[in-house]
């Protein structure tokens, strides 16, 4: 058997070589590395004028839960007059601090286990514009009856991923901490 502090000096050693071969976004990369938690999810949102602008209409989607050419595609004045038939403009200077912010996060540039599991379903192929409409997301709700989500007065679309998901704010989706909405027993109504 390894001893311990081997296997810790393994454990660095491949997180350093990672963070080389990626673009590093979180700030805390250290903490992170030694701090389990922190990786299962994806990052919370640091961003304040990201946080209000964007979690006006539906809560703030963390940027690792996208890729960086999803946010290119979403976060520019045109396809925000338009987004998803709501008017979601926002000045240009606020704008550009927003937009890159979300590129600086998104899911290729994120070490945690959720963003990383986007990024490589995302590699290829054009961008996503929604998080609902990735395999991994629609995969894990496929099971879910319609009469739960939009048939569901306390929820109305899987958008709002914080209706269901009570620390979705935090960045944690596991689905032990998923409440929904009138139905308190929604574990057993489908099949997993
Ligand atoms: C004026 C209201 C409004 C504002 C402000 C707004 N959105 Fe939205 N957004 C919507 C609506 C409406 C939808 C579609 C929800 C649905 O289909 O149920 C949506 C959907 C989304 C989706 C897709 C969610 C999915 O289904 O996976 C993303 C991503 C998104 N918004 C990002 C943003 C970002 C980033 C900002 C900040 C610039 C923002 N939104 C600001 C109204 C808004
Ligand atoms: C109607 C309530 C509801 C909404 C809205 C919802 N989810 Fe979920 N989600 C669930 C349930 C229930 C599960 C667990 C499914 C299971 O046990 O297989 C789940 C599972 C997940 C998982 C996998 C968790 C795990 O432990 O593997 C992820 C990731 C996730 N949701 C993300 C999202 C995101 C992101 C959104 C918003 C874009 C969202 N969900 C919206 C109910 C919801």
Redesign the pocket.
Known sequence: MMQKKWKIAAILAVALSLSSTYAMAEEYFWLWVVNPSRQK??KPVTDKPYQNECGECHFA?QPG?LPAKSWEALLNADALRKHFGANAEVDKDTLRGIHDYAVDNAAEKSFYK?ARKIAVATEEGPAPL???ELR??SR??H??PEK??KG?PG?K?????????TQ?AQGV????T?N??NYPN??GW?S?
């Open positions: 999810g994806v989607y839960l959720r929604r998080i609902t991994y997301i894990k709700h099971d879910i739960m989500i569901n929820v679309s899987l958008s709002f991923c914080d209706k269901c998901h979705a989706y596991d689905a032990d998923v929904i909405p929604w574990d489908f997993k």
